[in-house]
Each structure stands twice: as C-alpha cells, then as structure tokens.
C-alpha cells in the first residue's frame, strides 16, 4: 500500500500567518462577529492571550475591530492584501539582489586591478608590419589552442590586404583547430574582389563574420590575456605602416571583449549566410516586382512562408514595411551578391 501524500501546506501559513493565526482567522470567519470571550470560547483559549492575537490580525489587515466585536474581512480582500505585502517584500529583495548583482562589475574590476597592481605593469609592445600581425595570431594559436580571436575591421584597404595576403593562414589555423575567428567588417567591403570567396571559406573552417555600416577602429582580443591595438583609435593600419599595440593583460581584453560584444549584438549576418539565405531569395524577387503568389511559385513555397520569410527580414533588418526592408537589404549588399 501507498504512503499517503503528506498534507498541504496551509496558504495562510505561506503569506506570513503562523498556525495559530490561521486557526483564529478561521474561527473569526464562522462567528463572522464576535467579541473577544466568545472568540476565546470558541478557540478554548485564555483570553488575553486570544485578545493579543486578535491585535495582531488587525494589525496585518484580515480582521477589523468594531466596537469591541472583531469582523473578519472576506477572505478574497484579506488575502489580497497578505499577498500584495509579500510581493512588496519579494520586490525589495528583489532591488536588493540587483544591487549586489550591479556591485559585481567593480569588485571584478577591483580584483583585476589587485592581481595587475602585484604582477606589476603589465606588457605593452609596440609591432609593426602586417606580416608580423597575422603571423603572431597563429603564434599565440598554437601556444594554446583552440584560440578565440575577435577582431573587428574598419576599412576596405585593411581587408582587401587581409583577403589578398593573410586570410589563407588564419584558414589553415581554423582547419586545424587552431583559431576560432570572429570579425565584424564594413558592409562596403562585401563587394571588394575576393572577398565572398575567403569569407565563405573562413565560415566554412568555423569562423563567424558580421558587418555593420561603420566599424569604428581596427582592434583584436586573441585569447584571455592578449589585446590589440591600433597606433592611433580609428585609424586604419595601412596608413599607420600597420603599427600596433600588443598589450597583455585581461584588464584591457575584458574592456575590448564587452566592447566586440555590444558591436556585435548590433551587426547583421553575411547576406549569403546559409541562416538567412530564404530571407534574401524572397527580397530579391520581391525588388524584381514579383508579388507573394509568384514568390511562392517561383521558389516552390507556399504563400504562408514567403509571407513568414518578409517578416524575418524586416526582424532582421530592424525595417518597419516590406519596402523599409528592400531599402535596408540593397544598402547592405544582400540584393546584388
């Protein structure tokens, strides 16, 4: 046979009444008015003990005093308010938690400062050269694989040199396990030459790509411990001989990091990206003047999808109409690739 199922809890009990509380607050209910002897008779207690718990009722709102007899409020308004007094509760907690959670940031921040402030100063080199660049990515790889490396590009000469000379290794690195890549780059540079081929590769060994309108300066994180940066905040390498700042310290790459966080929360997908491929097909055929009913003949879809597929455009594309939406796609490049 079955244990039985143990009793459940009295919900009077759960908003803040003790037992005894709740078993007065019942009683009250069923004399509906009563002075303090015939509560204390019908409880079989003392009654100055009765009368300072019939105090205590009032005080917390679920009994009313009336000239000497007590009257139970109805059990829908009692409860009400024991239950909005709880959710005060819960939500002052509640800020108190959020304040501790906000107070984090800066005792992570003090910590960090305690541990550089006793390893001393931390590093910073000063390189130069692309060729020294790219090859220290894959040097700092291989010391410790698989290395993410987050990078955001600014410029089309600093890409069309990265497409043309440098990709290739950071490929070769991510094939062998070697690197994990994510970059944010300029929508214009989608339509340099060579560009969708290596992207499309680097995608293809695991790197992730995004673009926005304007990047605003070249800088990397590679790793936990080792940041670049450029000779001069928004200017490109090129023009600056590539001249960077190799600084190590997680100080500086826990700035960076939240900083490639935000921009790429912002960012968009490559517009021949496989996630949003169906979302650029019906965009297309729509700017052709294509209606729903052809879309969907054309793509073998039914009119529901293609319907479902412009919402996830104008989602995407932050568009407020079908046509905000076209606008958007063709200044990012997805209509003529």
């Known amino acids: 046979m079955r244990n039985a199922s143990p009793a459940a809890s009295d919900p009077l009990e759960t908003l803040g009444l003790d037992s005894a509380q709740s078993a007065l607050y019942t009683a009250v ?21 009765v009368s ?18 007590y009257l139970a409020r109805h059990p829908a308004g009692a409860l009400g308010r024991l239950i909005a007094e709880r959710l005060d509760r819960l939500a002052e907690e509640s800020r108190r938690i959020d304040s ?5 940031r800066g005792l992570i921040h003090d910590y960090d400062a305690g541990r550089d402030y006793q390893s001393g100063p931390f590093p910073v080199e000063l390189a130069s050269g692309a ?28 890409m069309a040199d990265f497409v043309r000379k440098f990709a290739d290794p950071w490929i070769d690195a991510q094939e062998r396990d070697l690197l994990r890549v994510h970059a944010i780059i300029p929508v214009c540079t989608l339509s340099l030459p060579g560009v969708r081929e290596q992207l499309t590769r680097l995608r293809k060994a695991g790197g992730q790509v995004r673009t926005l309108d304007r990047v605003p300066s070249w800088f990397m994180t590679a790793g936990p411990d080792a940041a670049g ?46 996630g949003i ?61």
């Open 100 to 104: 501790a959670l906000g107070s984090i």
């Open 277 to 337: 491929d169906g979302v650029v097909q019906v965009l297309r055929l729509a700017a052709q003047g294509m209606c729903d009913d052809s879309i969907a003949r054309q793509l073998g879809l039914s009119v529901r999808t293609v319907r479902a597929r412009f919402a996830d455009a104008m989602s995407e594309l932050g568009a407020q109409s079908r046509f905000h939406a076209g606008v958007e796609a063709s200044r990012r490049g997805w209509l003529g690739q």
């Open 29 to 49: 209910l069923r004399l509906h008015r009563a002075t303090v002897t015939e509560v204390a008779q019908a409880m079989d207690g003392p009654i100055d003990k």
């Open 52 to 69: 300072r718990q019939l105090d205590e009722l009032v005080r917390l709102g679920v009994v009313d005093e009336q000239s000497g007899e």
């Open 229 to 274: 940066l450029p000779a001069l905040w928004g200017g490109n390498l090129p023009d600056h001989a590539y001249n960077f700042y190799l600084i190590r310290t997680p100080i500086v790459v826990g700035l960076l990091r939240s900083l490639f966080e935000e921009l790429w929360a912002r960012a968009v997908p490559l517009p021949w990206d496989g």
């Open 131 to 158: 060729d020294v660049l790219y090859e220290s990515v894959v040097g700092m790889a291989v010391q410790a694989p698989p290395m993410q490396l987050l990078t955001a590009i600014p410029d089309e000469r600093t």
